[in-house]
């Protein structure tokens, strides 16, 4: 026979195995709990997720239409984008304003350059309104005010600048080169020498151009002129566009042209580079009739980035005609552009190169160059 078992060792079961049910029943509702939560934390998740892709749709559908969106909704828009692994594929950049300043809205802006040892702007000028003589305009930075000027033949249209460090045999040392619209002609504009340094409130009250008696000039090979700036390869060279997808290398001691580079960006060439400016061992250049800026190896003429400068021109009160002029202070590493006859010049900050494919399909379709300019006479 079994040991009886008393009352109180029965109760003491009977609670124990309460407990532990009890116990247990707690346990599965905590587990439950969890998984709910692990459950109903991905689903809120998976729905924040759609909401931004979503979102992102939104924003490139309206950025595929032209509209205006700030950098940010740029970022947030390619932000879950696929990333293209080509070493060799165009980059997409964005702006920043650093600040702005005043600009001369009766300057049709052809050639546009920074002189780093007085600190003034150089500006190349075409004759508009009809009737107007071209010109070469130093002017101070911060007011817009033009400090000196140095007019051109009235048949000629000036076009591009470049400032000549070194002794050429077509132009001396520390000197302007002007370049003609639809001519081979170019005209020289000799600086003084010795000026430099930081000024004081009179700077506007020196002179810099000297005045040498006749206008000097010379021709290129060339039978047209746009934009100008020096080689970033070799010592002597300039780099010339003139209305075609080609940037031309004329050498400044042989008078000749020495080279040519078609500019191209995934297979398409890119007419009308416009006014041009060497910075980093790249040459960028406007793009004629586009709020854009194409950053060109100068060896190959391939394409390493479009800038896209899109609403700039409004930010300025839709004030003039196209976008166009670069100027590039080496010394402090600050970016200017501006258009002709904008009331502003703005110094820029260039975002860092998105490699993402829907932002390079923009800037594609912002930046690619017209086929033809008929209106310019360029069919």
């Not at 470049?162 to 003609?180: D, I």
């Not at 020289?188 to 009250?205: F, L, S």
């Not at 040498?212 to 010592?235: C, I, M, N, P, Y």
């Not at 080279?259 to 060497?278: C, K, M």
Request: contains cysteine; charged residues 30%; glycine residues 8%.
């Amino acid at each position: 026979m079994g040991r009886k078992t008393s009352p109180a060792f029965a109760r003491r079961r009977l609670f124990l195995l309460f407990v532990a049910t009890l116990a247990l029943f707690f346990f599965a509702l905590l587990l439950a709990a969890r998984g709910w939560s692990s459950s109903s934390s991905s689903s809120i998740e998976r729905r924040r997720y759609a909401r931004r892709k979503q979102r992102n749709a939104r924003a490139i559908s309206s950025l595929l239409k032209g509209d205006s969106v700030t950098n940010q909704n740029l970022a947030d828009a390619y932000e879950d984008d696929e990333i293209e692994k080509d070493e060799n594929i165009v980059e997409y950049h964005t702006y920043s304003i650093v600040k702005a300043y005043p600009h001369d809205t009766d300057a049709f802006t052809q050639g546009f350059l920074y002189h780093s040892p007085s600190g003034s702007f150089f500006e190349s000028t075409g004759s508009v309104p009809r009737g107007k003589v071209s010109d070469v305009r130093r002017v101070d930075v911060e007011t817009g005010n033009v400090a000196e000027v140095k007019k051109i033949p009235k048949e000629a249209f000036g076009e591009g600048l470049v400032f000549m460090r070194e002794e050429t045999k077509f132009a001396k040392r520390n000197s302007l080169v002007q370049l003609v619209w639809k001519s081979s002609r170019a005209y020289t504009h000799k600086i003084r020498d010795g000026i430099g340094g930081e000024r004081g409130d009179e700077k506007d009250e020196f002179v810099l151009f000297e005045e040498d008696g006749e206008q000097k000039a010379f021709d290129t090979d060339l039978s047209d002129g746009w934009g100008v700036t020096t080689s970033t390869e070799r010592e002597g060279v300039v780099v010339i566009s003139n209305g075609t997808a080609h940037l031309t290398l004329f050498d400044m001691n042989k008078g000749k042209t020495v080279g040519s580079v078609t500019v191209h960006d995934n297979g398409v060439e890119q007419r009308f580079p416009n006014e041009l400016e060497a910075v980093g061992g790249e040459i960028w250049a406007n793009i004629l009739e586009r709020e854009c800026v194409a950053r060109i190896d100068e060896l190959t003429g391939r394409v390493l980035g479009w800038i896209d400068f899109t609403g700039l021109k409004r930010l300025q009160d839709n004030v003039g005609s196209v976008m166009n002029g670069i100027a590039y202070d080496e010394r402090r590493d600050r970016i200017f552009v501006t258009g002709k006859q904008w009331r502003r010049v703005f110094e820029v900050k260039i975002s860092k190169g998105s490699r993402k494919k829907r932002a390079i399909e923009l800037g594609r379709k912002r930046c690619h160059s017209p086929k033809a300019l008929p209106e310019y006479g360029y069919p």
